[in-house]
Every structure is written in structure tokens, then in C-alpha cells.
């Protein structure tokens, strides 16, 4: 464990007490996590299933199973069956646990991209390579790609072109494609595609994963809720290892997941609340001297004015505002800074005032 790096998030705890210091108190845009209420639909569904004192099955319950083949189709036009989904207990874990679930020796992720990635290739004892352009990734053989789109930090959307050169690219070196797709749902300016959708797979999805959160969705970052789906071959085997393992999503939880992934008006009541945020903190930052790039879709704007992604930190610390430093994801981040959509709205109206 000597191999893994210090958790980045460390490294912001003096520019977060020196934003606490400001007289209004603090405006926190560093992290992503949801603010907002636990729909009543889900919450309701973990209480009534709060009378579950046997094992839950690590495969999940067919309801959970059919919601989410359900969510798949009617959302994003993929068709999975309801035996290929493989609940997670959150998407994190899952990252972090996918090469050494694979035996994985060489893992490819992007340049700027979620550190767990790394931290998951690490675990595994496996080489990481962050690169953006797969032909500079070398002969050698690869075992895993990660994909994600949209994209954190960035916001970026993967165009269905690129997607599919992707796949093609791991299909040749029977190399296990897996797409990230925690913000499928918040695209503003482009519309993200999945890694199954027929348009990029061929209709088939052999070597293929995609990874789905209800955290951002559904506001459930705290109930650990998220799943798998893809190659079926893929997914059973990563079933079996699961079992082995122990890791069981808790039966209440799949019953409020499967309640979120059935019902699309919180999840689009949501999507305006965080639009609406989005469209006062950008212009904001851009009238303060900031300049967003990407930023098409997802929950965070990526923002730069020049300067060293830590002297951004601190001028914005300064101002009671706190925000991500872009090489928390990768040196090619280092002038850029990641500022979160998900804080209230009062402390968005709180952040929009400081700027000006």
C-alpha cells in the first residue's frame, strides 16, 4: 500500500479555514457532493424495506435489476437484460477495484480524470498510463481503458465518434473497455452518450462496462447506491468475485434505488435546480476574470484565469470561496481549478455577490 499517494484533499484544508474566516462564512464549491433533499419516493421505499434482517443478495433483487435495465432503455436508449446489472455499493468502490477484479497488468485513463482511476490500478499492481490519445499509449498490452464521459473535471462529452474508435481500438488488443457514467444525465450544451448505445457499440457489448451512480441523479451519495452493466460475461464474472467477497449493496438501499431508477420527475426536477445554479456561477466567474472550458455537461465548471491552479485556490480563498486545484486530476490540470455546482443556492447567491 506504500505505492499510493497522499489523498489530495489534504493538501486543501488551509485554503478551507481561511475561506471559513470570511465574514459570511464559507462558500465550499471544492467538493461535488449533493446538497439537496433525498426524494420522497426513495426515502419512503428505504423505510418501508427497513425490515430486512437477512443477507441481501449480492446480485441484487430483480426489481432492482429490471429498474435499472428500465432507466437504461427509457433514458438513454440502451438495452440491457435485467440478469446483466450488478449493483455497487456506490460507483467508487467499484473503480477502485475493477483492475485487480480483472487481473489487470497495464490500465489506460484519461489525462485529466477522476484520481481513482490511478489509485485503482495502484491497488491492483498493475502500470497506469493517463493519456488522452491511444495511439501514444505503445505497443505494449493493455488490459483496462477508462473512459468518462461526461467528464470530472472537465465536463467534457465524448462525441459517439470517438466512443467508437475507442472501442475498436480495445477490441483489437482484447483489452475490457469501461465508461464511467456517473453524469449521464446533466448534459447542458451536448447530450452524453453511452458506451453501449448501438451507435457506438455495434450493437454488441462484448469488452464492455458502463458505470452508473445514483448519487448525482437521484442526490443518494450517502446510501451508496450505483451499478454495472455491460458484456454479460464480464458481469458474471465479476458477480462471482463479488460473492466472494461479501459485497452486498444493503437490502433497503436496493429498494430505494430501484424507486429512484423508476421514476424520472425528481431526477428532472433536479437537473433544473442544478441549471439553475450553473447559470449564475458561470457568467459570474467568467465577469471575474475566469474563463470556463468544457463544461458542456456534468456538475462542475473548469475554470482558469492564468495563474498557477493554487494561487487561484487562494485568491478564491480569500473571498470565503473554495474550490478544487486542477492537478488534484492530473498535471495537465495545473493552471485550471474545478468549482462545483452543488452548494445551496443561498451559498451559489453567496458566491455570485463575492465575485462581482
Not at 499509449?137 to 466512443?163: A, C, F, I, K
Not at 475507442?166 to 469501461?178: I, K, L, M
Amino acid at each position: 500500500m506504500n505505492n499510493l499517494p497522499d489523498f489530495p484533499w489534504d493538501r486543501l484544508e488551509p485554503y478551507k479555514e481561511r475561506a471559513k474566516a470570511h465574514p459570511g462564512g464559507i462558500v465550499d464549491l471544492s467538493v461535488g457532493t449533493p446538497v439537496d433533499p433525498v426524494p420522497e419516493i426513495v426515502r419512503k421505499a428505504l423505510v418501508d424495506a427497513a425490515d430486512s434482517p437477512g443477507y441481501p443478495l449480492t446480485h441484487g433483487t430483480r426489481a432492482l435489476r429490471e429498474a435499472a435495465a428500465g432507466w437504461l432503455l427509457r433514458r438513454h436508449g440502451v438495452t440491457v437484460g435485467q440478469q446483466d446489472v450488478l449493483p455497487l455499493v456506490g460507483s467508487k468502490e467499484f473503480v477502485a477495484w475493477l483492475p485487480s477484479y480483472l487481473g489487470a497488468g497495464r490500465v489506460v485513463f484519461p489525462e485529466l480524470a477522476y484520481p481513482t482511476y490511478d489509485v485503482g490500478a495502484r491497488l491492483a499492481g498493475a502500470s497506469a498510463v493517463a493519456s488522452d490519445g491511444l495511439l501514444a499509449v505503445g505497443p505494449e498490452r493493455v488490459d483496462l481503458v477508462w473512459v468518462n464521459s461526461p467528464g470530472n473535471p472537465t465536463g467534457r462529452v465524448l462525441p459517439v465518434e470517438h466512443l467508437r474508435k475507442v472501442v475498436a481500438w480495445a477490441r483489437e488488443r482484447g483489452a475490457v473497455v469501461a465508461s464511467d457514467e456517473c453524469y449521464i444525465e446533466l448534459g447542458w450544451e451536448e447530450r452524453p452518450v453511452s458506451i453501449l448505445h448501438p451507435d457506438v457499440c455495434g450493437g454488441s457489448h462484448e469488452g464492455l462496462l458502463a458505470v452508473h451512480s445514483l448519487s448525482k441523479r437521484s442526490n443518494l451519495a450517502g446510501y451508496r447506491a450505483g451499478f454495472v452493466t455491460g458484456d454479460p460475461v464480464l458481469v458474471k464474472r465479476l458477480l462471482e468475485v463479488r460473492k466472494h467477497a461479501g459485497m452486498m449493496m444493503p437490502a433497503p438501499v436496493q429498494a430505494a434505488a430501484a424507486a429512484a431508477l423508476a421514476d424520472d420527475a425528481h431526477a428532472d426536477r433536479q437537473r433544473e435546480v442544478y441549471a439553475a445554479r450553473r447559470a449564475l456561477l458561470r457568467p459570474a466567474l467568467e465577469r471575474a476574470g475566469w474563463r470556463i472550458e468544457h463544461s458542456t455537461a456534468g456538475l462542475y465548471l473548469w475554470a482558469t484565469n492564468g495563474q498557477s491552479a493554487w494561487d487561484q485556490v487562494s485568491k478564491l480563498a480569500e473571498i470565503g470561496i473554495l474550490v478544487a486545484p486542477g492537478d488534484f486530476y492530473g498535471s495537465a490540470g495545473e493552471r485550471h481549478v474545478r468549482v462545483a455546482v452543488t452548494a445551496t443556492d443561498e451559498r451559489i447567491d453567496a458566491a455570485v455577490r463575492r465575485l462581482q
